[in-house]
């Protein structure tokens, strides 16, 4: 097989990694990486404590290069989401900084600090990735529309066919400098993020945390060449860019901007090109399809689309009744299916919800779009209201709304996204007290919520209702609320 970072073998003198002040150059990431790696056994799941730090990168090489399948755990998780991930995935231990303070259920594991530094010369190392291509590479949790979240497996030959169509698409070379603020448990900040240079042999400059300023910083005089974000920060940047020359020129001067995880409105891309002069490239994924679809650099720019169908994906558009649809008409709606080799291995444990979520063969999104003369793809919505996403989040209802009937005030919960012009959509509770007269404060109910799952679940907004609207059937009509 061939390695998935090459530059880990070849070991180029130049900076692979850098967060904050702390940098690793590839030789300093291969050794660190080899040594955690040969204590690693190969095939033990591994969870990894994915903080934006140098530690969660040098513990994914670690697993990569062990051929240990690796986890990566939001920090930031509540205490339900998180038992159910350590039960539904059984890692063998968990890697962690040093200075982490993981939560009790974690602690209880065997745990391995990760050390960035360069080892002793002496000590015992791993030199090559071992194990075949489809060997699982990452296991990456992701909500559904009803109950918990799905351990999404995904095979080292996925991220690296995918990684080879996006450096395609982009002309992403070793050059690059990609400066990164998105969370590293996610497909969007980690294989694209953090893989993506790596595969590269480029270099990869973590903010910790999305400032307009940080972005602005790096893209000006910190040597970087381009930008992955989520709309919401390309919301907050057109919203700064206009009072800000130098935000303005640092994104004017940048060779790539691309946006993801959720669509960019079109005001926010004419906001930004105004300002700038530089066009925002649209790329669409998914955690079990990686990258489907982008606007390529050597296109045409076309906003408010997601491009075209990467190299070695096949995108196709499908009717109600599963018929392919032919025509290239902008208008027609239909699902988007994909087959390709960026495709999950299976939901970890769930091989009826992995056999359901195929037809035939292509993989069935839930997204529809259209597609128009020139075969660039426009996202039109998605088939379920039960599917929320907030800040480039993916929000599963279920999940919410069965924390929320757990509360002992709380008779019925509902919960849907309503339209937000800085996270995209926003967290809505809609709630049937038990006691009319008395309803649970709402700072409660979000607090509870808070609690079980991660921060960016909890309902912005709490509403009392005397009853849901239903159907007659007595599914709950999510349209008619709001
Ligand atoms: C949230 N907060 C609240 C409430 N809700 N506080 C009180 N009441 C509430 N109801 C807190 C948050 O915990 C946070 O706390 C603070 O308010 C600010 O929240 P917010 O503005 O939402 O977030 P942010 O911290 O400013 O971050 C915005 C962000 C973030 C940086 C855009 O949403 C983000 O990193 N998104 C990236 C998501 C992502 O990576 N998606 C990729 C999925 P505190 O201040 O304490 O932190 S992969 C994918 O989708 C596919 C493959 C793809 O195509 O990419
Ligand atoms: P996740 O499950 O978190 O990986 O989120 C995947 C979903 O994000 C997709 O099914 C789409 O609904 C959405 N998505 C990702 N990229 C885009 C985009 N560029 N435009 C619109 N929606 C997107």
């Not at 180029?12 to 040969?38: C, D, H, I, V, W």
């Not at 690693?40 to 040098?58: G, I, K, N, Q, S």
């Not at 390309?234 to 130098?246: K, Q, T």
């Not at 993989?363 to 209201?385: E, L, N, P, Q, W």
Request: proline share 9%.
């Amino acid at each position: 097989m061939s390695p998935l970072i090459p530059a880990l073998e070849a070991e180029p003198a130049k900076p692979a990694l850098r967060f904050g002040e702390e940098t690793l150059s590839y030789p300093q990431l291969a050794a660190s990486a080899r040594a955690l790696g040969a204590r690693l056994t190969a095939r033990d799941r591994v969870a990894v404590w994915a903080t934006p730090a140098v530690e969660t990168v040098v513990a994914v090489v670690a697993a990569l290069l062990a051929g240990a399948p690796a986890i990566p755990l939001n920090p930031r998780m509540g205490e339900r989401e998180l038992a159910h991930v350590l039960t539904d995935s059984a890692p063998a231990l968990v890697l962690a900084g040093p200075d982490d303070e993981l939560p009790k259920a974690l602690a209880a594991l065997p745990h391995i600090a990760v050390d960035p530094r360069t080892p002793p010369e002496d000590s015992p190392a791993i030199h090559r990735e071992s194990g075949p291509d489809s060997m699982p590479a990452l296991i990456v949790y992701t909500s559904g529309t009803t109950g918990s979240p799905k351990g999404v497996v995904i095979s080292r030959r996925a991220i690296a066919a995918n990684l080879d169509d996006l450096a395609d698409a982009w002309a992403w070379t070793e050059d690059d400098v990609l400066v990164h603020a998105l969370p590293l448990f996610h497909v969007h900040g980690l294989i694209l993020g953090i893989l993506g240079p790596l595969r590269r042999g480029g270099t990869v400059h973590h903010l910790g945390r999305f400032s307009t300023q940080g972005v602005a910083h790096e893209l000006s005089t910190g040597g970087a060449t381009m930008f992955f974000g989520v709309p919401t920060m390309y919301h907050r940047l057109a919203e700064a860019v206009e009072s800000d020359p130098v935000l303005a020129q640092a994104l004017g001067g940048a060779r790539l901007l691309v946006s993801g995880s959720a669509a960019l409105p079109r005001y926010d891309h004419e906001r930004i090109t105004a300002a700038t002069g530089q066009r925002v490239i649209e790329r669409y994924g998914m955690t079990e399809t990686l990258m489907n679809t982008s606007v390529r650099v050597d296109g045409p720019a076309r906003p408010g689309t997601v491009g075209v169908p990467l190299p070695s994906v096949d995108v196709r558009l499908v009717d109600e009744e599963g018929a392919r649809i032919e025509t290239s008409d902008g208008e027609t709606v239909g699902e988007i299916q994909v087959r390709g080799p960026n495709l999950f291995t299976e939901y970890l444990g769930w091989p009826d919800a992995t056999a359901e979520a195929f037809a035939g063969g292509w993989f069935r999104t839930g997204d529809m779009a259209t597609r128009d003369s020139d075969g660039c793809y426009g996202i039109v919505g998605r088939k379920s209201t039960d599917l929320i996403k907030s800040g480039g989040y993916k929000i599963g209802a279920g999940e919410i709304e069965n924390v929320l009937l757990e509360h002992p005030g709380v008779s019925e919960a509902a919960v849907t996204g309503e339209p937000d012009p800085d996270l995209g959509e926003r967290v809505i509770a809609w709630i049937v007290p038990v006691d009319r007269d008395d309803p649970p404060g709402k700072q409660v109910l979000t607090d509870h919520v808070a609690q079980q799952l991660a921060p960016h679940k909890r309902p912005r907004e709490v509403r009392f209702l005397p009853l849901l609207p239903r159907n007659d059937m007595g599914k709950v009509m999510k349209k008619e609320l709001g």
